[in-house]
């Protein structure tokens, strides 16, 4: 898979809504999944959505069910993460990656991943 470039990330209060894009390789399709992550600094890179290309199934964790939806766009190759009713504790690097096979479970453990990007950066004030 080729490396994702994440961006969509900024400052934003507490409530208010962010998307995030995640454009893919025109390779990633079939049988492939793109995952949403975050990272605090010194923490473990955390699940936070993930859908499937076939199909459209999505999966969450439970943090952000009801407040985030993941998306793609086969047209445009993005994968969407939309972002509403943002707290502090959403504040994190952002990171997409996409793999080959089903979201649950290996799709859940970013280490099952190998191409990541820079990342995009999510800041919730209060």
Request: glycine share 12%; hydrophobic share 25%.
């Amino acid at each position: 898979q080729a490396q994702p470039m994440e961006n969509g990330g900024r400052s934003v209060r507490s409530g208010g809504s962010l998307t995030l894009s995640c454009p893919t390789s025109s390779r990633t399709f079939k049988n492939s999944m793109t995952g949403w992550f975050r990272e605090l600094p010194g923490k473990d890179r955390q699940f936070v959505a993930a859908i499937n290309w076939i199909g459209g199934n999505t999966h969450y964790a439970d943090s952000v069910k009801g407040r985030f939806t993941v998306s793609r766009d086969g047209s445009q190759n993005t994968v969407y993460l939309q972002m509403n009713n943002l707290e502090p504790e959403d504040t994190a690097k952002y990171y997409c990656a996409s793999r080959t096979g089903a979201i649950i479970p290996g799709g859940l453990n970013p280490r099952s991943y190998r191409d990541w990007g820079q990342g995009t950066q999510v800041t919730v004030s209060p």
